[in-house]
Nanobody, 124 residues
Framework: QVQLVESGGGLVQAGGSLRLSCSASGRIFRHYVMTWFGQAPGKEREFVAGMTWGGGRTYYADSVKGRFTISRDGAKNVVYLQMNSLQPQDTDAYYC?????????????????WGQGTQVTVSS
């Protein structure tokens, strides 16, 4: 059983930065995929960034390429999302998710485990 806990959200002005953390407990294998999704009220969760736990592959939504970076600390079992040049349209609840299928999917239903979410609000 895997548990995921996010932290690091908050209120930031446009152009600012935040770093989200997702702490994973349980046994994590190298082929597992860790991903961040964003969700606005009344909308479906949208893929933001993902990586294999072994770190060999990363994938980003077009809207965040060059601004966001996903990384992980294997020793601490933590995945990070560094968010730079934030814009009001980045305002969302951000969730980390894990799948055991070794595939970086952009579809939320393909993920087995979810955190509780952390809110990011970007003011203009």
């Amino acid at each position: 059983q895997v548990q995921l806990v996010e932290s690091g959200g908050g209120l930031v002005q446009a152009g600012g930065s935040l770093r989200l953390s997702c702490s994973a407990s349980g046994r994590i294998f190298r082929h597992y995929v860790m991903t961040w999704f964003g969700q606005a009220p009344g909308k479906e969760r949208e893929f933001v960034a993902g990586m294999t736990w072994g770190g060999g592959r990363t994938y980003y939504a077009d809207s965040v390429k060059g601004r966001f970076t996903i990384s992980r600390d294997g020793a601490k079992n933590v995945v990070y999302l560094q968010m730079n040049s934030l814009q009001p349209q980045d305002t969302d609840a951000y969730y980390c998710a894990l799948n055991t299928a070794a595939m970086i999917s952009t579809v939320a239903r393909n993920y087995d485990y979810w955190g509780q979410g952390t809110q990011v609000t970007v003011s203009s």
